[in-house]
T-cell receptor, first 116, second 110 residues
Framework: NAGVTQTPKFQVLKTGQSMTLQCAQD?????MYWYRQDPGMGLRLIYY???????DKGEVPNGYNVSRLNKREFSLRLESAAPSQTSVYFC???????????????FGDGTRLSIL | SQQGEEDPQALSIQEGENATMNCSYK?????LQWYRQNSGRGLVHLIL?????REKHSGRLRVTLDTSKKSSSLLITASRAADTASYFC??????????FGTGTRLKVLA
């Protein structure tokens, strides 16, 4: 199994450009998450999707939008990239939603995004 | 910020020694989890301890939880060079959100 797959692995954008980060999981997981990781800050939650058809804001949602395309795929869009969005972005999933919040998260290997 | 804190921020030890890292969190929790992150990779789950547990073991890992102090510790015994990584705690508190700590960078010298 591939687990959680993120594309692209690296990207350089200019300020104001837009792009979509893709995430897909093949573990039939219900809930999916997007985080950003900055030096010394750990992981901060951008958006999550408890189940197909639902999305909710996390701690740092400003400047981002998400789409839960189907059960497998959860994309993150930057409409107008800013240098402050330079970061490493991680997608994660867990096997259950309602009533099973204790499950460990499964992570992709990240997208390293630089905005000039 | 909702983030938890971990200390030390960085730790360097010799192979064979034990490594201890600590995590503090801010709200009441359902469980606390520890993850490892190798350079350039995603996080990998190591161990989960529930709020009604005080200690848990898995191989060379020992986790303790003190809910009265809102803190947890991860002990890695007989460390190996392959244990070199960053380690993060993550707490959950009855929602779908996982609150991660700031991480401890562990370097094990051969």
């Amino acid at each position: 199994n591939a687990g959680v797959t993120q594309t692209p692995k690296f990207q350089v954008l200019k300020t104001g450009q837009s792009m979509t980060l893709q995430c897909a999981q093949d573990m039939n997981h219900n809930s999916m998450y997007w985080y950003r990781q900055d030096p010394g800050m750990g992981l901060r939650l951008i958006y999550y999707s408890a189940s197909e058809g639902t999305t909710d804001k996390g701690e740092v949602p400003n400047g981002y939008n998400v789409s839960r395309l189907n059960k497998r795929e959860f994309s993150l869009r930057l409409e107008s990239a800013a240098p402050s969005q330079t970061s490493v972005y991680f997608c994660a999933s867990i096997s259950k939603g309602t009533g099973q919040i204790n499950q460990p998260q499964h992570f992709g290997d990240g997208t390293r995004l630089s905005i000039l | 910020s909702q983030q938890g804190e971990e200390d030390p921020q960085a730790l360097s030890i010799q192979e064979g020694e034990n490594a201890t890292m600590n995590c503090s969190y801010k709200t009441s929790i359902n469980n606390l989890q520890w993850y490892r992150q190798n350079s350039g990779r995603g996080l990998v789950h190591l161990i989960l301890i529930r709020s009604n547990e005080r200690e848990k073991h898995s191989g060379r890992l020992r986790v303790t939880l003190d809910t009265s102090k809102k803190s947890s510790s991860l002990l890695i015994t007989a460390s190996r060079a392959a244990d070199t990584a960053s380690y993060f705690c993550a707490s959950t508190s009855g929602t779908y959100k996982y609150i991660f700590g700031t991480g401890t960078r562990l370097k094990v010298l051969a």
